[in-house]
């Protein structure tokens, strides 16, 4: 639309020409190519706090306090400054000017852990059609070799307690809780906690089940389902009447035993459900796979060889699988990665070595309604050509609807196909993409200068992940992708690194304003004694 790269040009041109069908979106994100962060104050002062990330919609930063026991919460301003000379952009900033009061101001503080919980600081999500926030607190006791208990998975750590909060963010008020006992739930980068709409799906790692909660408008957290070792709400009630029915086939004959045989009878004969049953979806699993397994013969000769081979040889592999992630996909249907436990407890460094499987399943109906390996070609194109609905966002999300993936981006289809190309084995490409699903909720920036249609840079060094990059020297560049494929900015940790020690060794993290040409570069090290350098990159 635009075919020049002068700002006023193109608003006079966006006011007399009306772009595409269905790209007013797109075009009106191009002004970002003129709107980008061009100042950067290094080293800003600011409290000693634990900056998370804006919300979506960009009207809060979420941080917490050192002692991860307090959550902050600030609201963006823009800076306002007076200057009494001509050329003010030739001059440096007033001092006030310079300070972290000047672009945040503080709303409120609350205090979310007790004296023997801390928040974890990896975690937050946001509902931004009611603008509540949910965040998690751990107790600090955990035993890393606790006892199997019933219906526990051995090899996993408990956690004495771990509380989630729904937090309404515009004034502080906790709505509600919702609490786990001696529990497990990965909780670093979202990855055990899903959200979409007002449905959100936690997953107990130690129980092995996946808990579905509704969040009402009123601020409460609802039980809507448990899926596990149970699928429907009756089958636990089901189970239990049919267990004593076959304790107990006749219960005419019970007064004709003496008591004290009746009594020794209830103890020993009550069969044990947790050793007599699979759980439910394990159940579920393994009949899709045999059903599967059935119809791709028809001679029935073939068919029971066909199963000896690729289910019965299995059986027992198929069983050991444990619920290592899950997400929607729509309302109905979850996205559940099975694996093996070592997989879980040796962490995601390490998954691509062990197998893995994923599972999509039905909630309403309780049915298994596909099911692959990490290694499925068909899966791997459907993940290429469709990867947006793996990126499964809220409908009342704007700006999410834009992060650049290789399904709407042809420049990161390009650099998908290229790192195919480069693999040494094709196999194992596969493995590492699918390695990434299911998605964790929420942990991409919105942000348009991550647009890969808009600007290149090095992903090896910052990206719309919300992960921590390693810390370099040098500057990190962004580059205009239409011609004259200029360099628009940089973004620089600080003149001399942010640290005077260039034996220490550094990480970095980046948060992003969704809307705004505002970012913010935090300079760690992995001495706690230490506090973060704070950099302010904005459009001055």
């Known amino acids: 639309m635009f075919r020049s790269n002068n700002i006023v040009a193109r608003i006079f041109q966006r006011q007399i020409c009306t772009p595409a069908p269905g790209t007013s979106v797109h075009c009106a994100r191009r002004f970002y190519e003129n709107l980008v962060p061009s100042f950067t104050i290094y080293d800003v002062e600011c409290p000693d706090h634990s900056f998370r990330k804006f919300t979506d919609d960009g009207q809060y930063l979420i941080s917490f306090s050192r002692n991860n026991q307090d959550l902050i919460v600030y609201r963006p301003t823009w800076l306002s400054f007076s200057c009494k000379e001509e050329d003010c952009d030739a001059h440096d900033l007033p001092s006030k000017a310079r300070r972290f009061e000047s672009f945040f101001t503080q709303l409120y503080s609350v205090s979310l852990a007790s004296c023997n919980e801390q928040i974890c600081k990896d975690f937050f999500l946001y509902m931004d059609s009611n603008q509540y926030g949910i965040f998690a607190t751990t107790s600090t006791v955990q035993s890393q070799d606790a006892p199997a208990t019933r219906g526990a998975i051995p090899g996993f750590p408990s956690v004495e307690k771990i509380t989630f909060h729904l937090l309404r963010l515009e004034d502080g008020v906790i709505l509600d809780e919702k609490v786990f006992h001696n529990d497990f739930v990965n909780l670093a980068h979202n990855m055990g906690v899903f959200l979409y709409d007002d449905l959100l799906a936690i997953v107990s790692l130690r129980y092995q089940t996946v808990h579905i909660l509704q969040i009402r408008d009123s601020g409460n957290l609802v039980d809507v389902r448990a899926i596990g070792a149970y699928c429907h709400e009756d089958d636990e009630l089901f189970l239990n009447s049919n267990a004593q029915c076959m304790a107990f086939p006749d219960k005419s004959k019970l007064h004709q035993l003496p008591q004290t045989h009746v009594q020794n009878g209830l103890h020993h004969s009550q069969p044990n459900l947790d050793e007599s049953f699979l759980s439910g979806i394990k159940q579920r699993l393994l009949s899709f796979i045999f059903r599967r397994i059935w119809n791709e013969e028809k001679d029935p000769t073939l068919r029971v060889q066909c199963l000896k081979k690729k289910f019965y040889f299995h059986f027992q592999d198929y069983v050991d699988l444990i619920i290592w992630k899950v ?6 249907h979850l996205l559940i990665k099975f694996g093996s436990v070592e997989g879980v407890v040796q962490g995601a460094r390490n998954a691509d070595h062990f197998p893995a499987f994923f599972a999509v399943y039905n909630m309403e109906t309780t049915e298994i309604v596909a099911f692959y390996q990490n290694s499925a070609e068909d899966l791997y194109h459907l993940f290429e050509q469709y990867c947006d609905h793996f990126h499964s966002t809220s409908r009342n999300s704007l700006y999410m609807n834009f992060i650049s993936s290789h399904s709407n981006n042809i420049h990161a289809l390009e650099q998908l196909r290229s790192m195919k190309n480069k693999a040494n084995s094709s196999s194992q490409f596969v493995k590492k993409m699918l390695g990434s699903l299911p998605f964790s909720c929420q942990s991409q920036s919105p942000s348009p200068y991550f647009d ?26 962004f580059i205009l992708r239409r011609p004259p494929c200029s360099l628009k900015f940089k973004i620089k940790l600080g003149p001399e690194a942010g640290s005077a020690d260039g034996r220490t060794k550094k990480f970095s993290s980046f948060l992003f304003h969704p809307f705004l040409p505002l970012a913010l570069s935090i300079q760690h090290t992995f001495l706690f004694s230490q506090p973060s350098v704070v950099n302010i990159h904005f459009r001055r």
Do not use: V
Request: aromatic share 10%; hydrophobic share 30%; proline share 6%.
């Open 327 to 332: 997400q929607f996909l729509d309302r109905h």
């Open 452 to 477: 890969q249609s808009l600007f290149r840079f090095d992903e090896k060094l910052i990206s719309a992940t919300d992960r921590h990059k390693p810390s370099t020297d040098h500057p990190i560049k």
